[in-house]
């Protein structure tokens, strides 16, 4: 079964009737914290890295509850990944690592990489048992070919 850019756009815009601003202020104060950890000095990069991964998890919480529909969405929602604190932490330092060491080949291996591990973190939000590890072989699974 393929899907059309025409399908997905629809179901997309379907998805946040009535929501844009909730969804607008959820990605403006994702943004912002990630602004503002990223502007600090060298401290900064290490805040961004240990709470990259809750928020990131929270991030994709926030959406897939959107798209599914589910009653009693807030902006709250993007803070939810810090309940699987470990896990998401761990996954995310993976991911970068992994990418990082992809792209110290050459640039094209990197983004095969990072395209591949694009479903991790989706995989995370929905099984929270899934390791790191796991959720990581289950995204490169997903999305080759």
Do not use: H
């Not at 060298?42 to 589910?70: A, N």
């Amino acid at each position: 079964m393929t899907t059309t850019n025409r399908e997905i756009m629809s179901n997309a815009r379907a998805a946040l009737k009535g929501k844009w601003g909730l969804a607008i202020g959820t990605m403006l104060v994702y943004m912002l914290i990630i602004c503002v950890t990223g502007s600090l000095k060298f401290i900064g990069c290490i805040i961004s890295l240990i709470i990259g991964g809750p928020l990131v998890v929270g991030l994709y919480s926030f959406f897939l509850s959107l798209v599914r529909k589910e009653p009693g969405l807030k902006i709250a929602r993007l803070f939810s990944g810090f309940s699987l604190f470990k896990n998401a932490f761990i996954t995310y330092l993976l991911v970068v690592v992994f990418t990082v060491l992809w792209t110290l080949l050459l640039i094209v291996p990197g983004i095969i990489a990072a395209l591949s591990y694009a479903m991790t973190f989706p995989l995370l939000v929905d099984n929270p048992q899934l390791s790191g590890r796991e959720a990581i072989k289950t995204s490169k699974i997903m999305m080759y070919g």
